[in-house]
């Protein structure tokens, strides 16, 4: 399986100059744990995530700009690339995204929710009177005998 299969193509972005505090709005309205920095051209200078903005935030009422608060130069993976290396990107780094690179530009993002719904099938639908708990459903497909 390829990075392609399970990435987020043209995900919200922020760039060098904006705002900390504009770049919070976005990472609430998206409900994104982190935002990938781009330049005007479109290519991948840094990432900036939930923490290192409530730090800014908390740090300076009306903080700099992104640039000063995110992770420069980070590790980011091709379309082609096999699913093992954002695993590994993922792990290394501790990282909430891992960017999709093509032709030096961003393409997509991969994060870890992004693998779980794509690996995890469950039948919220089963057959239970009432309504299931996101616990009883996820036991139920974890110990359903495999058919086939």
Request: charged share 15%; hydrophobic share 50%; glycine share 6%.
């Given at each position: 399986?390829?990075?392609?299969?399970?990435?987020?193509?043209?995900?919200?972005?922020?760039?060098?100059?904006?705002?900390?505090?504009?770049?919070?709005?976005?990472?609430?309205?998206?409900?994104?744990?982190?935002?990938?920095?781009?330049?005007?051209?479109?290519?991948?200078?840094?990432?900036?995530?939930?923490?290192?903005?409530?730090r800014a935030l908390t740090a300076d009422p009306e903080p700099a700009v992104v640039c000063e608060v995110m992770v420069p130069a980070p590790r980011r993976v091709a379309p082609d690339d096999d699913l093992e290396t954002v695993v590994e990107a993922l792990a290394d780094r501790?990282?909430?995204?891992?960017p999709v690179v093509e032709n030096g530009r961003l393409v997509g993002v991969v994060t870890a929710r992004d693998l779980l719904r794509r690996f995890v099938r469950v039948d919220w639908t089963a057959e239970v009177p009432g309504r299931l708990s996101v616990y009883d459903a996820v036991t139920r497909a974890l110990t359903a005998t495999p058919t086939g």
């Open positions: 399986m390829l990075v392609s299969d399970v990435m987020r193509p043209h995900p919200g972005t922020a760039r060098p100059h904006h705002p900390v505090r504009a770049v919070a709005a976005l990472v609430l309205d998206q409900q994104v744990v982190a935002v990938p920095v781009v330049t005007a051209e479109g290519e991948l200078c840094g990432i900036v995530d939930e923490t290192r903005l409530v501790a990282a909430p995204l891992v």
